[in-house]
Nanobody
Framework: QVSLIESGGGSVQTGGSLRLSCAVT????????MAWFRQAPGKEREGVAV????????AYSGSVKGRFTISQDSADNTLYLQMNSLRPDDSAMYYC????????????????WGQGTQVTVSS
């Protein structure tokens, strides 16, 4: 079992930055691959960043590559998403996820989800 608690969301203007945090507890195996997703009203949940801790590889969706950075602090079991150069179309509920059989940006590959943290970017 894995528990995920996100924080750090808020409201910013275009061009601003936010850092999201996801406090992680539970199975070490389930935490080998973790990801950040987002979902805007009326849209599908989409993966934005994934971190494979076993091989230290990160991947990003095309819409955030170069602006967002996924990282972890293993000392306190926290996953981060640093978001820079934010745009209005980045506005969404952001979720962290773990426990996938595959390390990917597909929402179907993760078993455990946090409750989400809202990000709103105004123009």
């Amino acid at each position: 079992q894995v528990s995920l608690i996100e924080s750090g969301g808020g409201s910013v203007q275009t061009g601003g930055s936010l850092r999201l945090s996801c406090a992680v507890t539970g199975s070490a195996d389930a935490r080998k691959c973790m990801a950040w997703f987002r979902q805007a009203p009326g849209k599908e949940r989409e993966g934005v960043a994934v971190f494979n801790f076993d091989i230290n590889v990160r991947a990003y969706s095309g819409s955030v590559k170069g602006r967002f950075t996924i990282s972890q602090d293993s000392a306190d079991n926290t996953l981060y998403l640093q978001m820079n150069s934010l745009r209005p179309d980045d506005s969404a509920m952001y979720y962290c996820a773990a426990g996938g059989p595959y390390c990917s940006l597909s929402k179907y590959h993760y078993k455990y989800w946090g409750q989400g943290t809202q990000v709103t970017v105004s123009s």
